[in-house]
């Protein structure tokens, strides 16, 4: 079974530049996470999709981040304009709840370096 | 690769001895947990997980402690090798699942050979 694939691994930009960041979950997981790890820190939720719909955004800075998962699918975190404290590994997991339990699995992640 | 976290605490053990991984959680309402291994460049890997009503569960070298009446967690790991080498986080869900993760701060585990 593959994993969930990102891409790219990395991006370098310059602060108020714009970004964007593809994920595509493992084969039938409805439930889709992009998170926000920065260096030293454990991953931190940034939006929740079910399908194609948002659960859960509010930790999402949406003045300029945003998100979406038009097919129910694949789905890509935009940030624009950077800012420099958004220098991070952006981690995206996807799940498929089996009963009692609900693992999520997670990609490699991008590491995002503002300049 | 750049280190997953330059200033978490660190557990330095022995190749072939055990190790002791704990956390405390935030949320006496959390009723699923997770622990995950992060290897330097790599996403969080899945490694145990336990619901609230048990507190105790095994894997394959690996055994999740948890206490609801202090809110803590351990990650037991038997006759510990240099591959375990990594950070580990535990993290917590409420709604058996359903919900997001909330993840601990991570403790580095090094292995001497």
């Known amino acids: 079974e593959a994993g969930v694939a990102q891409s790219p691994r990395y991006k370098i930009i310059e602060k108020r530049q714009s970004v964007a960041f593809w994920c595509n979950p493992i084969s039938g997981h409805a439930t889709l996470y992009w998170y926000q790890q920065i260096l030293g820190q454990g991953p931190k939720l940034l939006i929740q999709f079910q399908n194609n719909g948002v659960v859960d955004d509010s930790q999402l800075p949406k003045d300029r981040f945003s998100a979406e998962r038009l097919k129910g699918v694949d789905s890509t975190l935009k940030i624009q304009p950077a800012k420099l404290e958004d220098s991070a590994v952006y981690l995206c997991?996807?799940?498929?709840?089996?009963?009692?339990?609900?693992?999520?699995?997670f990609g490699a992640g991008t590491r995002l370096s503002v300049l | 690769g750049e280190s997953v976290g330059l200033h978490l605490p660190t557990l330095s053990v022995q190749e072939g001895d055990n190790s002791i991984i704990n956390c405390a959680y935030s949320n006496s309402a959390s009723d699923y947990f997770i622990w995950y291994k992060q290897e330097s460049g790599k996403g969080p890997q899945f490694i145990i997980d336990i619901r609230s009503n048990m507190d105790k569960r095994q894997g394959q070298r690996v055994t999740v402690l948890l206490n609801k009446t202090v809110k803590h967690l351990s990650l037991q790991i038997a006759a510990t090798q240099p591959g375990d080498s990594a950070v580990y986080f535990c993290?917590?869900?409420?709604?058996?699942?359903?919900?997001?993760?909330?993840f601990g701060s991570g403790t580095r585990l090094q292995v001497q050979p």
């Open positions: 997991a996807s799940s498929s709840p089996d009963g009692a339990k609900n693992i999520q699995y």
């Open positions: 993290a917590e869900n409420m709604d058996t699942g359903r919900r997001a993760l909330t």
